[in-house]
């Protein structure tokens, strides 16, 4: 695929999403170093390739829509401000956790930036995603609600009793298919009898757009597109973006399904990120070194949020009997 | 030959309906399929269809009788040629007779256990009314509360229980979906995740199984995997356990199920007045409540304490009944068989302490215990299986809490350990009956 070279291009917004996609890939990264030494435990699934998605939709959020996301939920919560620091620690089972150390990589949130978690049941998050939107139908704002999943998630069947309601009760509700082409092993071509996402939203009437997932400019006049109908309260939306995960499912993943050609292939032809970076200077947006900077500032940012993480206690051991229950007032 | 048209059974349930109106008059010709009479039942008014042809000779039962019994002889069809006198039958049909199950319901109609102000006055309300009741004095209340589940708007209720709250609160807050269960209990989920407070109506708790998922899951668990940053206030109600005669996927009582899983509160009452308190406590409640209704209770009447916004809280039984020789712990329909066995029980010199647990999790095994220590016997009465029992997770309790006051072993009395079958006599042989309770008391007082 032609990598895009877009004539007019605003400079400071795609340095932006330069920055922001870097900050998600280096955090993925020092992630699975920490996972290799043994900080991290459990199941971490890396957004490693997939990073100009959320940065791309992020662009079109405004103050109180909501996002919800599976397992893979690093980046999102990125993308989204909440705090490296409190995530990484979150990874480490940690006190500074966003979860305090009680959801892990899995479970996270955030109320004050609308992030609904960190779900683990594939499918689960969409229709509570859905649900999301309901508030916002309920209440009569125009906020809308975006609903990640993957191309494995798209075959659960709540996936379309939500598609039905959605449709049915015109719910502000953006579906983002993220098509990464393998369910944990299962390829797409292996578990779908149609290859076209975007247009499993047809029966219900509910329009789909197909994106090139890699570009990060693509994504952001997706969502732009995908978010003006919502708000318009024309109902839901869904976008399948079509992307890759370089690395594999879980930690645990040995990745034999694929050849090693194959994620070498995209990471040449279509890396977000290296994408960006050509275009920024091929246009003389930005020089190598106002790059090199960027860099320099994403990987004191990460080296921080593993320090932070590895420094922070674990939980009190009174934490395992709180936060079953709220309080009734 | 003359031939008698009988009131008929028109939902599994039914013991007596109001023959609402005649649409027909003596002496008129009539044919298979042509409209009767409409007849109303707890549920709905319903239209009664002829099957034999012939001419209606005798309206036995007027405009507007209530209380008509099922079975009992409404009309008269003759044949041609007949005359009126050929009646089989024109003996006066069971009248406004109390039906079956208020003639089984137990003397002790109202707890000894009240914590009512002095001079609180009742009303007579079914557990139907009180449900309802309660879900809209808290719609009244709060606007955040809305009602979604399966015929809930339009159709008034697959049991009749938002009845009327359609016309009061709109299509907004009075939400049909489609059959979804899992779909629309993720979507009620969501909207309590940010800052509503749904009522999900099952319409039977055997069709939430589609939905244990998003229960479980999503709303249970979420609190505590955030670290109690994200609250999931929501009420999951409905039906709950065996009706009559509907067979084994509709008659599974989950009550032991959910009261097993931490980040729930599980209520299951068996008073009017304990649905009406206990539903406002829950829909008030910042956490997921699982409310186990049951529909063979839905008519029954019981005092309601005629108080402004009545609430009763979640986690506290209740003692129905004061005794010295055994304590009985039920809840829901179950207590319909303790609180018939202890009054059996004292014709025959036994003191039962009837205590009701009204709330499953958090239990409150406080009050058992201490009742326990004063009897030093126990026994426990649910309609749900054997294995896993919340009478088991009862008598465990007793074990390491009170053991050196028991002076028997504790008996469960529950369901049986096989599928609900249908037919009727093996249904009944299937549920947990007055007469096992009495002997499993009899047992631990070795008498």
């Known amino acids: 695929m032609a990598r895009a070279k877009k004539a007019n291009v605003n400079a400071d917004e795609l340095l ?125 704002n125009d906020n809308v609600s975006f609903a990640y999943f993957g191309d494995g998630a798209a075959n ?29 092993g299962t390829s797409l071509q292996r578990a779908s009898s149609t290859p076209d996402l975007y247009t499993r939203g047809a029966a219900f009437g509910i329009p789909g757009e197909k994106v090139d997932g890699m570009d990060v400019q693509a994504v952001k006049d997706a969502g732009a597109k995908a978010v003006a109908h919502c708000r318009s309260g024309k109902g839901p939306y869904i976008l399948e973006m079509n992307t890759y995960r370089y690395r594999g499912h879980s930690m645990s993943d040995p990745a034999k399904y694929r050849t090693r050609e194959e994620v070498q292939k995209v990471k040449e032809e279509r890396d977000p990120i290296e994408n960006v970076r050509d275009i920024l200077v091929s246009g003389k947006h930005a020089t190598e070194a106002d790059l090199k900077a960027i860099d320099k500032e994403i990987k004191k940012i990460v080296i921080a949020a593993a320090d932070f993480a590895t420094a922070s206690p674990e939980p009190d051991i009174s934490e395992l009997y709180t936060d079953i229950l709220a309080e009734v007032v | 030959m003359a031939i008698n048209i ?307 809280p979640i986690g506290k039984a209740r003692i129905w009944r004061e005794g010295d020789d055994v304590t009985i712990v039920s809840f829901g329909i179950g207590m319909q068989y303790a609180l018939e066995a202890a009054d059996k029980l004292a014709e025959e010199g036994i003191s039962a302490e009837v205590i009701d647990l009204r709330t499953l999790r958090p239990m409150d095994t406080d009050a058992i215990i201490k009742s326990v220590k004063k009897t030093n016997r126990c026994v426990t009465v649910e309609e749900g299986f054997p294995v896993a029992s919340i009478g088991g997770h009862i008598s465990a309790t007793i074990m390491q809490e009170a053991f050196d006051y028991l002076d028997a072993p504790v008996i469960n009395c529950t369901g049986k350990d096989v599928p609900m079958p249908y037919a009727a006599n093996l249904e009944k042989l299937a549920l947990v009956t007055t007469e096992e309770v009495i002997a499993a008391v009899k047992s631990v007082t070795y008498r």
């Open chain 1, 16 to 140: 932006e999403f330069y920055r922001e996609m870097l900050l998600i890939r280096r955090f993925e990264e020092k992630a699975g170093q920490l996972y290799g030494m043994g900080l991290i435990g459990g199941f971490c699934h890396l957004y490693i390739g997939q990073e100009a998605i959320v940065v791309g939709l992020e662009a079109s959020t405004k103050e109180g829509d909501q996002r919800i996301t599976s397992y893979r939920d690093h980046g999102h919560m990125l993308a989204c401000g909440m705090d490296p620091k409190g995530v990484m620690a979150e990874l480490a089972g940690r006190e500074g956790g966003y979860s305090r150390g009680k959801g892990g990589s899995m479970h996270m949130f955030s109320k004050e930036k609308n992030f609904y978690g960190g779900n683990g049941i594939v499918g689960a998050q969409v229709p509570l995603g859905a649900g999301l939107a309901f508030a916002n139908w309920y209440r009569g």
């Open chain 1, 156 to 184: 659960q069947g709540q996936v379309y009793e939500t598609f039905n309601m959605a449709s049915l009760w015109k719910l502000p509700c953006i579906f983002v298919i993220e098509n990464n082409k393998y369910a944990m």
């Open chain 2, 6 to 312: 009988l009131m008929p059974a028109l939902s599994p349930t039914m013991e007596e309906g109001t023959l609402a109106k005649w649409l027909v008059k003596e002496g008129d010709t009539v044919e298979s399929g042509d409209i009767l009479c409409e007849i109303e039942t707890d549920k709905a008014t319903m239209e009664f269809e002829a099957v034999d042809e012939g001419v209606i000779g005798k309206i036995l039962v007027a405009d507007g009788t209530e209380g008509v019994k099922v079975n009992a002889p409404i009309a008269v069809l003759l044949e041609d040629g007949e005359s009126a006198d050929a009646a089989p039958s024109t003996a006066a049909p069971a009248l406004v007779s109390a039906p079956a199950l208020a003639a089984a319901a137990p003397v002790a109609s109202t707890p000894v256990e009240q914590d009512l102000p002095a001079g609180t006055t009742f009303k007579s309300q079914t557990v139907r009314e009180a449900i309802r009741d309660a879900m809209s004095e808290e719609m009244r209340r709060n606007p955040d509360v809305f009602l979604m589940g399966e015929e809930v708007a339009q159709y008034q209720g697959a049991y009749k229980i938002s009845q009327g709250m359609l016309d009061e609160f709109g299509p907004r807050r009075v939400i049909d979906t489609p059959i979804t269960e899992h779909g629309f209990t993720g979507v009620a989920i969501g909207a309590a995740f940010a800052g509503l407070n749904p009522i999900v109506e099952f319409m039977t708790w055997n069709f939430a199984m589609q939905a244990i998922d998003q229960i479980i899951n999503s709303a249970a668990k979420t609190r505590y995997m955030s670290g109690g940053q994200m609250t999931c206030p929501i009420v999951f109600r409905g039906a709950n356990g065996a009706a009559s005669r509907v067979g084994a996927q509709h008659s599974h009582d989950y009550a032991s199920w959910y009261a097993q899983v931490p980040g729930l509160k599980v209520v299951m009452p068996y008073s009017a007045s304990d649905y009406k308190g206990l539903m406002k406590s829950a829909i008030r409640d910042p956490n997921p409540v699982v409310f186990l209704e049951n529909e063979m209770l839905y008519g029954r009447s019981f005092d309601v304490p005629e108080i402004e916004d009545y609430t009763v």
